[in-house]
Structures are given as structure tokens and as C-alpha cells.
């Protein structure tokens, strides 16, 4: 009996040990665990998506590397992480790497981002022209304005490189820093510059560095002649990212290669869903596709 009595704690602390012993958490498309590599430009309208994703699934975890496109390109080529978030489609040379190893390549849009271009409160440029712009890029600047971009291998300057068809870019008029957010406090403190920013990005700004974004603003841009948006001077509000005038448009895609019916599948499927893409127009952007609300009408008679 006193032997019995000496052993029952013991046992009730191994039975509570073992009870207290979580089970993994399945590998579903609504549960498990995902890695995926994010351009940085897109950092904020993810988080808000991740967000709202968790809530409704509670048992998730999602494991974001964030960095420049130049950066994270090789991790996922090398088969390292198989979800991105990018602001352009895989090139036929990079699928490759993945048709050689018979693992089928989804991609998604599910956002359209601007590129907004800003400059100092003090500046009393409030517009620029496409072709303005093509002009400082190729070396052939005579307007005395200054591009300021956030990184020399952002996606950001790789989309304006593609633009003025180039593939060096001139020894002046062309700035590169480190992050966005130093781009917007540059203009914020430099006459004569002009930022060129993510409309997310800006409007994360808000968060991250309030008291430098209300000493930019935003630049009107008209386009080419014979291109839409070639009327008027436009800004990236999110109606005229919708309606596709303004002129400086990227799409945001998240390109799954998991090769299974994962967590990465899930997420990607729910971007596009209604409440995915509600997101992405609280968030500022314009969305993949526009979402219709049915009313119904009931006759009493």
C-alpha cells in the first residue's frame, strides 16, 4: 500500500505529460505549416492577408522570407521554397527548372499594384510624363528631374528598366538607396527629386513612418500618346488602378510549385476568393476581379 501510495503521483505526472503531448498538425490546404519567398515591395498587403487567413484557420503558420527580386529569384529556382510572391510570371527558362523535375507551376494574380511616383512638398513639380520618365532612364534627360528608386535589384526598377527598354542605366539622374522607406524620406528632405514607390508601400507609410508622409506628394503621370491614359495626368488612386488609366500598372502574383494539396495551394485558391479579394480592395489595391453583390427582392403581393 505505501508503495502504491508513493507511486500514484508519479503516475498522475505521466499521464498528465502525455495528455499535455500535442498531435502535428495535419498537412492540409487549410492547416500545416508553408514557407513562401515575398518581394519585399508586397510585404504589407500580405501581412493584412495572412492576417485575416489565420483567423479563419487557425492551425497555420506561414514562414515568410521577404528580400528583392534578385534575391530571392535563385532560393526559389533551386527548389528550395516552392511558393512566391512576385510582381511578374515565371520567364519559359525558369519553369524549365521545374517541367525537368515534372512538378507542375501554378501562378495567380491576385492584385494590381501601382508604382507611384513621389516627390517633396517643396518641389513645385506636381506632374511628369511617361516619355519624361523613359527620357531620364535612357540618358537623355533635359528636364533637370532626378529618379530616386529604392534598390539597385528591386522589381520596382526592373519593371522601369523594361519600360525604356534598357539595360544600363546612366550615370546621372538615377539614384538607388536601400529601402522604400528611405526613398520616401529622401524626397521628403531633397527638392528636385522624385521617388519612385509601390502604392502598397506608400500606403504602409503611414504606419511605419507617419511623420515623413505628409511632407510628399504624389505626382500625376500621363502616358504615351495612342496608350491609354495618354488624356490626362493621373494618380494611382484605386479606382484609376482598376480601370487600368494610370499608367504605371504591375500585377502581384503568388506562384505555387508545391507539387501537392498543401497549405501553399490553399492560401493561393483563397486569395482569389471573395473575401480574399475584399481584402485586396480595403488594402487600397485593385483587385483581381471585382466582386458583385446580388440584391433580392421579395414580392409580398
Known sequence: MKRLLFLLPFLVFIACKHKDKKEPVAETRTSGTVKMLVDESFSSVLDDQIEIFKRDYPDTKFELVHGNENKIMPTFLNDSVRVAVLSRMLTPAEEQVYAKKSIPVFTSRFAIDGIALITGNNNPDTTITVDEVISILRGKNTSGKKLVFDNAYSSTLRYFKNLAQVTALPES??????????????????????????????????????????????????????????QAFYKPTQQNLIDGIYPFLRNIYIINAEGRNGLGTGFATWLLSQRGQLIVLKSGLGPHMMTTRDINIKNKN
Open 173 to 230: 539622374d538615377i539614384y538607388t538607396l536601400n529601402t522604400n522607406n528611405d526613398v520616401i524620406k529622401y524626397v521628403a528632405e531633397h527638392k528636385d527629386y522624385i521617388g519612385v514607390v509601390g502604392v502598397n508601400w506608400l500606403l504602409k507609410g503611414e504606419r511605419d513612418i507617419p511623420e515623413f508622409i505628409p511632407e510628399v506628394k504624389i505626382m500625376g503621370v500621363k502616358n504615351l500618346k495612342g496608350k491609354k491614359g495618354d
